[in-house]
């Protein structure tokens, strides 16, 4: 894998940053996009910390010319294109469905499933052409489970599996080693859940059969694993790692 670039979307902390920095460690080039200088700043840092070989780069999802000119700066610098793609940047901004207003589920659907049809639309042309890619796209368990209060997010996130089962089926060809997953985590212990309260962990908790939130490792392996060249019989699956609060 050394001689091949993993972009990966949404990569300046939490789940998107463990992700980057394990297919770092099994021998891809890393490129982490962030939405803000100080996510930029902060890949770097982390990167540079834990010695490996990565770059950060400014990324708007939702603005097509901005998606393009990301790809093209990639060709420019590195001589080729991403041959791993992870779909990890989101939102969320949560209401009950009769209080939600159309702002709030627009801007979720947007960035959770709309701009991933934009970056796999400017990814998928050069993995054709090399004959090899992998996408790998980040669900959440509620895609499969519902979750209220967030009918936005639980739509975008069901979306997103359903356009991995697509796009799956249409490059599944045997002429082309180009796979499509999903990989969909449960409860995961990031900075956002150090600020519950004890009352709202124990609820968490009471949900998972193993009684403990996941960790940001555990689902960046998954990730690492159907990035992996031996991994080419693995397509259109939602892979989920939520310590069996949900089993399909």
């Given amino acids: 894998?050394?001689?091949?670039?993993?972009?990966?979307?949404?990569?300046?902390?939490?789940?998107?940053?463990?992700?980057?920095?394990?297919?770092?460690?099994?021998?891809?080039?890393v490129i982490g996009t962030?939405?803000?200088?100080?996510?930029?700043?902060?890949?770097?840092?982390?990167?540079?910390?834990s010695g490996?070989?990565?770059?950060?780069?400014?990324?708007?999802?939702?603005?097509?010319?901005?998606?393009?000119?990301l790809f093209n700066k990639i060709k420019e610098k590195y001589d080729q294109h991403p041959a791993v793609l992870v779909n990890n940047a989101a939102v969320t901004d949560d209401d009950l469905f009769l209080r939600m207003r159309k702002d709030k589920w627009d801007k979720v659907i947007d960035t959770n499933l709309t701009a991933q049809y934009q970056v796999i639309k400017a990814a998928i042309r050069p993995m054709l052409k090399a004959k090899w890619g992998r996408?790998?796209?980040i669900s959440s368990v509620v895609a499969?489970?519902?979750n209220a209060g967030q009918a936005n997010y639980v739509a975008a996130k069901a979306g997103l599996i359903g356009l991995t089962k697509s796009l799956a089926l249409e490059y599944a060809s045997n002429t082309r080693d180009i796979t499509v997953n999903a990989v969909a985590p449960g409860f995961i212990a990031t900075d956002m859940t150090k600020d519950l309260?004890?009352?709202q962990s124990e609820r968490i908790l009471s949900k998972i059969p193993m009684k403990r939130m996941g960790s940001i490792e555990e689902v960046a392996a998954v990730v690492a694993f159907l990035a992996n060249s031996e991994t080419s019989y693995i397509t259109g699956q939602?892979?989920?790692v939520n310590g069996g609060m949900l089993m399909v």
Avoid: C, W
């Fill in 1 to 29: 894998m050394q001689d091949k670039i993993a972009l990966v979307t949404g990569a300046s902390r939490g789940i998107g940053l463990g992700i980057a920095k394990k297919l770092a460690s099994s021998g891809y080039f």
């Fill in 34 to 49: 962030a939405t803000s200088d100080v996510g930029v700043d902060s890949f770097q840092a982390a990167f540079s910390a």
């Fill in 52 to 69: 490996l070989s990565g770059y950060s780069m400014l990324l708007n999802v939702n603005d097509p010319e901005n998606i393009s000119n």
């Fill in 135 to 137: 996408i790998i796209n």
């Fill in 144 to 146: 499969l489970s519902g």
């Fill in 197 to 199: 309260s004890e009352v």
């Fill in 238 to 240: 939602t892979f989920h």
